[in-house]
Antibody, heavy 117, light 106 residues
Framework: DVHLVESGGGLVQPGGSLRLSCAASGFTLRSYWMTWVRQAPGKGLEWVANIKDDGRDKYYVDSVKGRFTISRDDAKNLVYLQMNSLRVDDTAVYYC??????????WGQGTLVTVSS | DIQMTQSPSTLSVSVGDRVTITCRASQSISRWLAWYQQKPGKAPKLLISSASALESGAPSRFSGSASGTEFTLSISSLQPDDFATYYCQQYSSYPRTFGQGTKVEI
């Protein structure tokens, strides 16, 4: 069964850092692009970043460029999102998802990041 | 960036109704469009890809269509399990963008 589990969320002050992890199981991680998507409380979905299957290409939404870094460790079946210089408007549930070219499936259950003083 | 405009924002319907949700792209995205269903407190689930391809496991009452830059998600006969928020998303270019969502409620 294909499964994704995010972890690493929590409460952080503005300007702080967090690293999110996404543990993959049930499929060969190195064969897939992977994606992070976020959802602010009561709001819609926003794509954040994705990473090519070989890790060489990465893409980001403008609002996180220079602050967030996506990476992967296929040997550990993990995908990461390093988030630095966090802002209040980064507060959201962060989901990881497998990119199946025609869309994203499945998604993890999400991890909540709250940026507040 | 490609803007995805979904309508309506909210749809008040009854079980058994036919439902139609529209998503318009600000420029051509060919058929690089997906539809997701999200229930409260849950992760989104991929329903339709390539504008009209039903994902494995998705009920056949869901269908998608495309005409130029306008895309439609239809539910032929709404079931209680279908009350949710639906999002369109383009994967033609970066940044990937979503519509603002359509909440289907009683």
């Amino acid at each position: 069964d294909v499964h994704l589990v995010e972890s690493g969320g929590g409460l952080v002050q503005p300007g702080g850092s967090l690293r999110l992890s996404c543990a993959a199981s049930g499929f060969t991680l190195r064969s897939y692009w992977m994606t992070w998507v976020r959802q602010a409380p009561g709001k819609g979905l926003e794509w954040v970043a994705n990473i090519k299957d070989d890790g060489r290409d990465k893409y980001y939404v403008d609002s996180v460029k220079g602050r967030f870094t996506i990476s992967r460790d296929d040997a550990k079946n993990l995908v990461y999102l390093q988030m630095n210089s966090l802002r209040v408007d980064d507060t959201a549930v962060y989901y990881c998802a497998r990119d199946v070219t025609r869309g994203w499936s499945p998604w993890g259950q999400g991890t909540l990041v709250t940026v507040s003083s | 960036d490609i803007q995805m405009t979904q309508s309506p924002s909210t749809l008040s319907v009854s079980v058994g109704d036919r439902v139609t949700i529209t998503c318009r792209a600000s420029q051509s995205i060919s058929r690089w469009l997906a539809w997701y269903q999200q229930k409260p407190g849950k992760a989104p689930k991929l329903l339709i890809s390539s504008a009209s391809a039903l994902e494995s496991g998705a009920p056949s009452r869901f269908s998608g269509s495309a005409s130029g830059t306008e895309f439609t998600l239809s539910i032929s006969s709404l079931q209680p399990d279908d009350f949710a928020t639906y999002y369109c998303q383009q994967y033609s270019s970066y940044p990937r963008t979503f519509g603002q969502g359509t909440k289907v409620e009683i």
